[in-house]
């Protein structure tokens, strides 16, 4: 790919953040003020920021760590929680082929929720520019999240308890699904994925894992019953 399509990918990625940035910003906040609200320093609780970069295992060690668990417990569960990201990634895994080993180990740390979502509909819309756009909008989405994560640590404090934004957790994740639900597998497996997600009680959070799990399979059963679905069928 010459440099100046490099480019344009990267700004389309860059563009295709702007509407996600208002739910980043909250949930980015919601964490910052949560790790500081948990008795973490805010030195360490920017760090947990840029190391972990994951809204859901943040919250999750934020929480494990002011009820006192142990450290190895914290991080398992983070681990556990963190999954989902090896399929991702093997979703991604062939737009990089032919990149660098820096390209791809960044791709990697960038990835979230967020930047997985659009960039697999931009997959299914058939473009071909995915690796830059790709890492357009998740280095994008790693800036607003610092940025927001640092503004909740220094608010967080400030914010009145009856105050609460949790709910911007799970808005951020339903605007992201709801471009990807184009047909009826993808309905069965979203609902499916949920319910498994909600009703489902499992320990160190292993629920997320079976929903993914769970959904998938619901997903290619549909698709193997209706072979023929299409994006509205």
Do not use: H
Not at 73 to 101: D, E, H, P
């Amino acid at each position: 790919m010459a440099s100046s399509d490099r480019q344009q990918a990267f700004l389309a990625g860059v563009r295709a953040c702007l509407p996600l940035s208002p739910g980043i910003l909250l949930f980015g906040m919601v964490c910052g003020a949560a790790a500081a609200g948990a008795g973490l320093t805010p030195g360490q609780s920017f760090a947990l920021s840029w190391m972990v970069f994951a809204g859901s295992s943040q919250i999750v060690a934020t929480q494990l760590f002011a009820a006192g668990a142990p450290g190895w417990v914290i991080v398992l569960t983070g681990w556990v929680v963190n999954l989902r990201f090896m399929m991702y990634s093997a979703t991604l895994a062939q737009q990089f082929r032919g990149t660098s080993r820096l390209e791809r180990w960044l791709a990697g740390y960038l990835l979230t929720d967020q930047a997985f979502g659009v960039t697999l509909a931009r997959i299914l819309d058939g473009k071909r520019d995915i690796a830059w756009f790709y890492l357009g909008i998740a280095a994008t989405l790693w800036l607003f999240w610092q940025v927001a994560s640092l503004a909740g640590i220094v608010l967080g404090a400030r914010v009145p308890a009856a105050l609460s934004i949790d709910f911007v957790v799970a808005l951020t994740f339903i605007g992201v699904l709801a471009p990807l639900v184009r047909n009826r597998a993808m309905a069965a497996a979203a609902v499916a994925g949920g319910l498994t997600s909600v009703f489902l009680v499992l320990p160190l959070k292993l629920n997320l894992m079976a929903a993914a799990l769970i959904g998938a399979a619901v997903g290619i059963a549909m698709e193997r019953l209706w072979p023929s679905s299409r994006p509205g069928a």
